[in-house]
């Protein structure tokens, strides 16, 4: 049993975080406790109008609202009414028994886990401590509940949840640990992520936290460092969540130093410096054998997608990654309000005084001279030019990733599909209409060599999917009409044809065995030069008999 809580702001967001999974049958409502209707006769409004009412009586305190997750291992297989006792002792052990607050069960998840949103603002508007409300002290109320209803301790999971670096338990490369792609809500999170980590750190050859995403995402799992301006970030923190299908992250975020092995940035930043020493030691071998593989498949398979490319290559022990593009978002200009004075921009402000008053457009914007010289934009751009999306090859014998500009400009993303046609494939289906494009303008992009080649190529990869189920479809119309054409008989068109109406379909008759004939071929009518050849031949043959060999009398 674990338990952990957040502090909001914002009660409506938090309410609403549980009651939307209600409808999609993710979510239970088990009850609401201290309020004055019935909980089956509550609306959304009365739950959060009750817990508002009380937040507005203490305007000095900004988070207010309480949000607890408390999760139970999946052997505990615990009833409605067994996790309403357990959540009613829950609140009386951390002092809000007496405050209004809802109870929800989640079945999103691999295991049995409820939340619970309160407030800590009393009646009065007094606010109730709950500063000591750490890990170690829900910890220890978690332990006595977990005595009292017989649960299993958090504490005897650790060994099977986290990674292991005893050599003892170390896999060669033939005897890897087998580990499937995570699915949200069918394992536990932290459970899932630790036994991906404990084969993607341990066996493969990574040298950068990208390279490391790419082995990382195959198995729907993430690691971030968060947004540079982050407190996180510029703290050289980490942390690993969940993907779905799609890319997207979803379910709660968990700190590297969370896990007993701690795999934070300082201990991947070691790895990255071993497995590049690894790499190294044999870079000419590893590059060439790829390179040859690549060729063989491109010139001996003609594959007519990037699905049978990817397949070809996965025979051979290769595991093609394509990545996935989005284009970024243009930056809308900043708009101010022209009702309210002094809100115009400092560049507005130097235009509307004389010529000789205005100051040079570096002077405008101090906060540009304050960036080191190494982080200036050149001039004309303000966004940091964009990296060329492009192939990795993974080498699942040496456990060995390498990005295709690095094998060679002839195995970028962009020659590959210029080598293979596959290109150009996209590019005429888009024209015909046969790939839906995100944007009506993206065709002209598509189709315009001289424009930008990242988003032209990244357009290219995003719809490379669609062209894969395209050319699988006309697959599957081939293999269903070819058995047609060979089932016909031959006086019998194709389907899609006419045929006369005056014809009748004659039935079926096949003669006897002893009554058949043996069939006679029909004899050529003689030429000239076969009626000389016949005279020659025979001299004494009459003019009687050539009239009946050409004539046929």
Not at 238 to 247: A, H, I, K, T, V
Not at 270 to 291: A, C, D, H
Not at 544 to 552: E, M, N
Request: one cysteine or more; charged letters at 25%.
């Amino acid at each position: 049993m674990v338990a952990v809580v957040e502090r909001s702001a914002n009660t409506r967001r938090t309410l609403l975080y549980n009651e939307l999974k209600v409808p999609d049958k993710k979510a239970l409502f088990l009850g609401a406790y201290n309020y004055w209707q019935d909980a089956a006769a509550l609306s959304f409004d009365e739950k959060f109008q009750r817990i508002h009412d009380l937040t507005i009586r203490n305007e000095r305190v900004k988070k207010h609202t309480l949000h607890f997750s408390v999760n139970f291992h999946p052997a505990d297989n615990l009833t409605d009414k067994q996790m309403k006792q357990i959540a009613n002792q829950y609140m009386r052990k951390i002092g809000f028994a007496d405050q209004p607050w809802l109870l929800y069960r989640h079945i999103d998840a691999g295991h049995p886990h409820m939340h619970i949103v309160t407030t800590s603002i009393r009646p009065d508007g007094s606010r109730i401590n709950n500063d000591h409300l750490g890990h170690r002290q829900l910890m220890e109320i978690c332990r006595g509940i977990e005595e009292k209803y017989k649960l299993v301790h958090a504490d005897s999971l650790k060994t099977s949840q986290t990674l292991s670096r005893d050599p003892s338990r170390t896999h060669s490369s033939e005897t890897l640990p087998s580990v499937q792609a995570l699915q949200y809500g069918q394992t536990s999170t932290k459970t899932g992520i630790a036994n991906v980590l404990n084969v993607i750190l341990e066996h493969y050859n990574y040298t950068s936290l990208e390279q490391l995403n790419v082995l990382l995402k195959l198995f729907n799992v993430r690691a971030d460092r968060g947004n540079e301006q982050s407190f996180m970030y510029r703290n050289k923190g980490l942390y690993y969540r969940m993907l779905d299908e799609n890319g997207k992250k979803i379910g709660a975020y968990i700190k590297a130093s969370a896990f007993e092995n701690r795999p934070t940035l300082k201990y991947l930043e070691k790895k990255f410096s071993e497995n590049e020493w690894k790499i190294q030691q044999e870079l000419p071998v590893l590059q060439t054998r790829l390179r040859l593989i690549v060729d063989l498949e491109l010139v001996r398979r003609h594959p007519e997608s990037l699905a049978e490319l990817a397949a070809s290559l996965q025979k051979q022990q290769i595991r093609l990654v394509i990545p996935s593009y989005k284009q970024p978002r243009s930056p809308r200009p900043r708009q101010f309000s022209r009702a309210k004075t002094g809100t115009e921009p400092k560049a507005s402000r130097q235009q509307s005084l004389p010529a000789a008053q205005q100051l040079p457009i570096a002077q405008q914007f101090p906060i540009e001279q304050q960036l080191p010289a190494a982080q200036q934009l050149p001039a004309g751009q303000h966004t940091p030019p964009q990296q060329m999306p492009d192939f990795f090859f993974i080498d699942l014998r040496s456990k060995t990733l390498f990005r295709g500009a690095d094998l060679g400009e002839k195995y970028s993303a962009a020659a590959i599909l210029e080598r293979s046609g596959l290109g150009q494939a996209i590019c005429s289906l888009a024209r015909e209409q046969q790939l839906l494009l995100p944007q009506k303008k993206d065709l002209a992009l598509l189709l315009d060599p001289s424009t930008d080649p990242v988003k032209r190529l990244g357009l290219q990869l995003s719809l490379s999917r669609q062209h894969d189920q395209w050319v699988l479809t006309k697959k599957k119309e081939q293999e269903q009409t070819q058995p047609l054409k060979e089932q016909l008989p031959p006086n019998q068109k194709e389907p899609g044809q006419q045929q006369p109406t005056d014809l009748k379909p004659q039935p079926d008759l096949k003669p006897q065995p002893d009554l058949q004939q043996p069939s006679v071929k029909p004899r050529k009518p003689l030429t000239v030069m076969d009626e000389f050849r016949e005279s020659i031949k025979n001299p004494k043959q009459t003019l009687q008999q050539k009239h009946r060999h050409r004539h046929g009398w």
